[in-house]
């Protein structure tokens, strides 16, 4: 993600989030190319990297770690998915349907938009955010701490917003 402030606002991300792949890779144009770098010669020689471009939005993400285009575009539909949570906010942030999600779960992407618009909401307090969600802030932190890119990307958004970066102390 580069480093603009600026968000699409949509209220059409959580049907977005909630669709099955083949609904979502449907809004998405897609190529695909040769991926570089280590590999051997089946890389070098076959276009399995993938580029997606999720047409409402404009976002765009690539995935190249395997040697299979089936499976890199699968990759990157899951990297758009979370890409779409961290830069489309909802006009109106619903309160998440559970205060935790498995980083495996099909919902975890609607999971991360929904805390993402709370801290916004509460201007990234995450006392104020942890009060709105029903939780903890302690547990707040790690909701946020479990997922290395939600952190770091929480960490971008506090840093704009000229807010501290949070640390997680062991």
Same mark, same amino acid.
């Given at each position: 993600m580069?480093k603009?402030t600026?968000f699409?606002?949509?209220?059409e991300?959580?049907?977005?989030l909630?669709?099955?792949d083949?609904?979502f890779?449907?809004?998405?144009?897609m190529?695909?190319?040769?991926?570089s770098?280590?590999g051997g010669?089946?890389r070098n020689?076959?276009?399995? @990297? /993938?580029r997606?471009?999720?047409?409402p939005?404009?976002?765009? /993400?690539?995935d190249c770690?395997?040697?299979s285009q089936?499976?890199?575009?699968?990759? $990157?539909l899951k990297?758009?998915?979370f890409?779409?949570?961290?830069e489309?906010r909802?006009g109106?942030?619903?309160?998440?349907?559970?205060?935790e999600?498995?980083?495996?779960s099909?919902?975890y992407?609607?999971?991360?938009?929904?805390?993402?618009?709370?801290l916004f909401k509460?201007?990234?307090?995450?006392?104020?955010?942890?009060e709105?969600?029903?939780i903890s802030?302690?547990k707040?932190?790690k909701l946020?701490?479990?997922d290395p $890119?939600?952190?770091?990307a929480?960490?971008r958004?506090?840093?704009? @917003?000229g807010?501290p970066?949070?640390?997680k102390?062991?």
């Amino acid at each position: 993600m580069d480093k603009k402030t600026d968000f699409i606002i949509s209220d059409e991300r959580d049907k977005w989030l909630r669709q099955n792949d083949e609904e979502f890779f449907r809004q998405c144009g897609m190529e695909a190319f040769k991926g570089s770098g280590n590999g051997g010669q089946k890389r070098n020689k076959t276009s399995s @990297a /993938v580029r997606l471009r999720h047409t409402p939005t404009g976002i765009t /993400v690539t995935d190249c770690s395997g040697r299979s285009q089936h499976q890199n575009r699968h990759e $990157a539909l899951k990297k758009l998915r979370f890409q779409l949570a961290l830069e489309v906010r909802s006009g109106s942030p619903a309160v998440p349907e559970r205060a935790e999600v498995s980083l495996d779960s099909p919902d975890y992407p609607l999971w991360t938009a929904v805390m993402i618009d709370h801290l916004f909401k509460n201007s990234f307090s995450l006392k104020d955010t942890a009060e709105s969600l029903g939780i903890s802030s302690s547990k707040l932190v790690k909701l946020l701490y479990r997922d290395p $890119a939600l952190w770091q990307a929480v960490n971008r958004f506090r840093e704009q @917003a000229g807010l501290p970066l949070m640390i997680k102390k062991e």
